[in-house]
């Protein structure tokens, strides 16, 4: 990773924060539909973070083993009901997409969304 990337500002636009935290709200919403805890904390941090444009901090809590490391991470996932495992990968894939809008950069978001 090139080091004038991974120091690039990020962009907290209005914009960018609103949907943000529109996909933070629905994803949780389906994570407590679906009976979990998991991750909750840390996607209300990460949103905290970004409301206050703390780029060292946001980036602290984006990129945790909670959220995007390896077995029991967030994006690992699977509740055994189709309908809202389906419901969870549109929420959690509407919130990288808003990740990578603000300017993370990461492999596994990425391989999360291809």
Not at 7 to 18: C, G, T, Y
Not at 23 to 45: A, H, P, R, Y
């Amino acid at each position: 990773m090139n080091i004038f990337t991974r120091n690039k500002d990020l962009n907290f636009s209005e914009e960018n924060i609103e949907s943000l935290t529109k996909s933070v709200i629905e994803l949780k919403s389906v994570l407590t539909e679906i009976g979990t805890s998991l991750g909750q904390q840390e996607l209300t941090n990460v949103l905290a973070f970004a409301m206050k444009k703390d780029s060292k901090l946001f980036r602290r809590y984006v990129l945790t083993n909670e959220l995007f490391g390896g077995s029991g991470a967030l994006w690992e996932l699977y509740c055994g009901n189709d309908k809202l495992q389906s419901e969870f990968q549109n929420k959690f894939n509407s919130f990288c997409r808003d990740l990578i809008k603000i300017g993370i950069k990461n492999r596994r978001i990425k391989q999360i969304m291809s």
